[in-house]
């Protein structure tokens, strides 16, 4: 009984995983790493609502955050409530017409995220939408 170690004639025609299995890798590794860059704003737990009005997710719109700790995120800047009013006037200044999204954690009672919501409309934002989550059945 001998085998052969080599020198067969004829074509291998078995596939070689290991370069398949570099390159999925790879691919897994940068979408670990760019999927949480893609997410504006602040990570808060939204509410949840059965009749949402479904409105075109518009790249353009600014995003404001108000957290747990009712802390007011301008995208991903933190700002003082008093500052809010003065940023806004200035992104609005350089790209009017920009629509505002609100996103409000749960735990937040209505009259502190309608105090955010006042403040956007003081400093001229026209079109002001709050952020909600689609209710689930459990």
Do not use: H, Y
């Not at 602040?42 to 409105?55: H, R, T, Y």
Request: positive net charge.
């Amino acid at each position: 009984m001998a085998f052969s170690a080599g020198g067969a004639k004829g074509v291998k025609n078995d596939i070689n995983v290991t370069p398949l299995v570099d390159v999925v890798l790879v691919l897994l590794i940068i979408f670990m790493v760019i999927t949480p860059m893609l997410q504006r704003g602040k990570d808060v737990k939204l509410p949840e609502a059965k009749n949402i009005e479904q409105e075109n997710k518009d790249s353009e719109s600014i995003m404001v955050s108000v957290t747990t700790d009712k802390r007011i995120w301008l995208e991903s800047n933190p700002v003082e409530p008093d500052a809010l009013e003065s940023s806004l006037k200035e992104t609005f200044a350089q790209t009017p017409g920009r629509k505002v999204l609100v996103k409000g954690d749960q735990s937040l009672t209505v009259a502190e995220v309608r105090k955010v919501m006042d403040r956007v409309r003081k400093a001229g934002g026209k079109g002001v939408s709050l952020a909600v989550e689609e209710f689930k059945k459990k």
